[in-house]
Nanobody
Framework: VQLQAYGGGLVQAGGSLRLSCEAT?????VAWFRQAPGKEREFLAA???????KYAASVKGRFTISREYPNDTVWLQMTDLNAEDTAVYYC?????????????????WGQGTLVTVSS
């Protein structure tokens, strides 16, 4: 499977942005991570094949993950963005029964899309 992330760009603080992750074939778990300059890659949210989501505490309530078939597109709706949300956002996938939240658990990664929040 290959993943392609879309939707990054420049947004003002307080604004919203929606990212999408398209898979070339059906996957089980798809997650979003981000990596800010000088920081480690951070788990944000994941969703399994049955639409069950899991969120990092840091984004719960601001970010919403959703999934759409049959194209198997996973969306990340981000609201109330601030400068600390500036990062490269990656989607990742793995075939697993549970929904992992660690970077090392995911086997397939998209290329990343840059989100820049201006203050």
């Amino acid at each position: 499977v290959q993943l392609q992330a879309y939707g990054g760009g420049l947004v003002q603080a307080g604004g919203s942005l929606r990212l999408s992750c398209e898979a070339t074939e059906r996957t089980v778990n798809v997650a979003w991570f981000r990596q800010a300059p000088g920081k480690e890659r951070e788990f944000l949210a994941a969703i399994n094949w049955n639409y069950r989501p899991k969120y990092a505490a840091s984004v719960k309530g601001r970010f919403t993950i959703s999934r759409e078939y049959p194209n198997d597109t996973v969306w990340l709706q981000m609201t109330d963005l601030n400068a600390e949300d500036t990062a490269v956002y990656y989607c990742a996938a793995v075939y697993a029964r549970d929904i992992p939240t660690t970077e090392s658990a995911y086997t397939t990664w998209g290329q990343g899309t840059l989100v820049t929040v201006s203050s």
